[in-house]
């Protein structure tokens, strides 16, 4: 299958090379809120995807290995032969000072949280910044013995080298990480690399972005009749939008209902499609084949897995049934390749199974277009909005692909099923007529694998109990409880508890991540 290549571009390039951090998906979305291009590649890549790249900068991540071990990853020599400016973040930075002659150790104090940053020396990293600077640390290993050529430029009060530069070349470590929220002037320390450093040029710009996509789309699709599964998410809806601008009618959606979506969403997809857009949309009613396929199984992993699957044979199906269909398009975007391993790394982790993510049946024998494959969230819901889709569909809170199904713990049943989209759709309902549905960046409720005893009434009821969670974040990396009041919590459990007669209980989770997940699943 072919699809849009998202290397081609003659634009300026930050590669981030990931060596495992939790933080390197938002090192790339930081480089790009400031208009310049960024792609992430595993730390293992071949130097021939390197080169091809053409980066004007590289940025080595952090990661959960450590440098006084064998065998664990190290910056591959190209990056030092590009002749290239270079940032090593944490374990970035370890490894860069190892690499050139320095020494790293184990710390007798590991430092996770808050750290006064005091710069020792000038550097073109800091510039324009105060003395003291408060950083995000998050190591236990540490630079000991600074590389030969290398300045100390900045210290902490248990990391005596926080951060370090070349005498003469543009290679630089620090120990903190710039990308979080948690360390002030971040962005300030990431925008001097960017532009004092790498002389970058502010060429990714979504304007220029969606004339791009919409030529990318014409020239390889031209005539042919392209074949979309929409799922109502926003990231089908703008890849629905967006084909629909380039090829019109020759676009033929599928909408498949797996009886997990959220209540009267089925409807509310093909209508908002269907009415509001004149788009072509098949709807394929399949929730009992997913309740089917689902029938016993509790674990988490292997629910997404038999979701994907399901959700594959059930479009397959629908799609041996058109005509004339000579293209696949997908709503995969960069994080969902990058989670399922999708780049070309020896030793790639699958932290969550993505169906759009090389899990299409080669009988199928369509090319795949896949406009949105190198787009964060929040560039698909910039370009979403760009192309006039409804701001409520565009801004609502995210929502898990295999939908219900990871949020109901422990087997999935039609009548759990029920009960959660009741549940949900209260929670959601209260918190738009307080207007605090805009102020809490997710919120939604859970199913819990627990019977708890309640009194109705006069009544004893033994019976489910749903939990309600809703956080607040500026990039989902990182996200703190959301505070609500209490008296709003009261009523929607009040109304929970009294309009769903299967629910005893209702408990609020105060947990932040980390060390918790937003998703219970």
């Known amino acids: 299958m072919t699809k849009l290549s998202v290397t081609d571009k003659k634009i300026d390039t930050i590669l981030v090379l990931d060596f495992g951090s939790q933080y390197t998906q938002l090192i790339a979305r930081r480089v790009r809120e400031n208009d310049v291009y960024s792609v992430i590649l595993p730390w293992d890549i071949s130097e021939d995807k390197i080169k091809e790249v053409k980066p004007v900068g590289i940025i080595l991540s952090g990661g959960p290995n450590s440098v006084t071990k064998s065998y664990t990853p190290r910056a591959p020599k190209i990056v030092f032969d590009l002749n290239i400016p270079v940032l090593g973040i944490c374990y970035g930075m370890q490894t860069l000072a190892e690499q050139m002659g320095g020494s790293v150790i184990s710390a007798d104090q590991k430092e996770f949280g808050h750290a006064e940053l005091e710069l020792i020396n000038e550097s073109k990293l800091f510039h324009n910044l105060n003395k003291n600077i408060n950083v995000w640390m998050s190591h236990g290993d540490q630079v000991q013995d600074l590389p030969e050529d290398f300045n100390l430029a900045a210290s902490t009060s248990t990391a005596p080298i926080a951060a370090m530069e070349h005498k003469s070349l543009p290679i630089y470590g620090i120990q903190f990480h710039p990308e979080v929220t948690h360390t002030e002037n971040g962005k300030d320390i990431l925008r001097n690399f960017l532009f004092d450093i790498c002389n970058a040029k502010t060429d990714w710009k979504m304007d220029d972005l969606i004339s791009s996509r919409l030529d990318d789309i014409k020239k390889q699709v031209g005539d042919e009749k392209v074949l979309l599964g929409l799922s109502g998410g926003v990231d089908s809806s703008v890849t629905a939008a967006l084909l629909h601008k ?15 979506l959220r209540k009267g969403e089925a409807n509310s997809v093909m209508k908002t ?11 394929s009613e399949s929730a009992d084949i997913f309740l089917r396929h689902l029938k016993g199984e509790t674990d988490p992993e292997q629910k997404r897995k038999i979701i994907g699957r399901t959700f594959i044979d059930v479009f397959d199906s629908e799609a041996a049934k058109l005509k004339d269909i000579k293209y696949l398009a997908q709503g995969t975007i ?9 780049s070309e790394s020896n030793e790639a982790r699958v932290i969550k199974s993505h169906h759009n993510v090389g899990g299409l049946p080669e009988e199928m024998k369509l090319d795949l277009v896949e406009p949105l494959r190198d787009l964060f969230k929040d560039e698909v819901r910039r370009m979403g909005i760009e192309l006039g ?20 713990l422990g087997e999935v049943t039609k009548d759990k099923t029920l009960i959660l989209q009741e549940a949900d759709s209260i929670f959601i309902e209260e918190l738009i007529k307080a207007d ?3 102020q809490v960046s997710q919120a939604f409720a859970v199913l819990l694998p627990v019977k708890s005893v309640g009194v109705v009434g006069d009544e004893r009821r033994y019976a489910e109990v749903i939990g309600l969670r809703a956080v607040e974040t500026v990039d ?5 409880w959301a505070h609500l009041p209490y008296d709003f919590l009261e009523l929607v459990s009040n109304r929970i508890v009294n309009e769903i007669e299967d629910v005893s209980r209702v408990v609020y989770d105060i947990s932040s991540k980390p060390p918790a997940t937003i998703e219970w699943e």
């Open 476 to 480: 989902f990396m990182t996200a703190n």
């Open 334 to 342: 960069y994080p969902d390749v990058i989670e399922s391993s999708g």
């Open 436 to 438: 605090l549905y805009d």
């Open 246 to 260: 380039a090829i019109d009618k020759n676009l033929v959606c599928v909408f498949v209902n797996n009886g997990l």
């Open 273 to 283: 499609f269907k009415d509001n857009m004149n788009l072509n949309v098949i709807k």
């Open 389 to 408: 889709l409804p701001e409520e569909m565009i801004n609502r809170h995210p929502f898990p692909g295999p939908g219900l199904g990871v949020r109901i």
